[in-house]
Nanobody, 125 residues
Framework: QVQLVESGGGLVQAGGSLRLSCAATGRTFSSYTMGWFRQAPGKEREFVSGINYGGTRTSYADSVKGRFTISRDNGQNTVYLHMNSLKPEDTAVYYC??????????????????WGQGTQVTVSS
């Protein structure tokens, strides 16, 4: 397993942008498929985006397609979530997650075995 630390959350106005980062420890980051999930108060945790270990496949929730972009830098052991055109409904705690050697990005949180502590994103209207 890897240890994950998210950063980059904050308060932003609707229409604004944020970039979340997830830094991983360990020398095998390039073998991990990474996912971003979010959880709003009173709601279940939901898949936002993911990128496979080779960086060749990405996946996005319909609600964020065209607004969010996921990328990874294996040299920096970091995965990013670039969030543009933010909406109040994007407000949530955002979590980074990892699972080894998945060619396709899992959409279910149950398939990931390492999680970060989360970072709060608040979008004001």
């Amino acid at each position: 397993q890897v240890q994950l630390v998210e950063s980059g959350g904050g308060l932003v106005q609707a229409g604004g942008s944020l970039r979340l980062s997830c830094a991983a420890t360990g020398r095998t980051f390039s073998s991990y498929t990474m996912g971003w999930f979010r959880q709003a108060p009173g709601k279940e945790r939901e898949f936002v985006s993911g990128i496979n270990y080779g960086g060749t496949r990405t996946s996005y929730a319909d609600s964020v397609k065209g607004r969010f972009t996921i990328s990874r830098d294996n040299g920096q052991n970091t995965v990013y979530l670039h969030m543009n055109s933010l909406k109040p409904e994007d407000t949530a705690v955002y979590y980074c997650a990892a699972v080894r050697l998945r060619l396709n990005v899992p959409l279910s949180s149950f398939l990931y075995d390492s999680w970060g502590q989360g970072t709060q994103v608040t979008v004001s209207s």
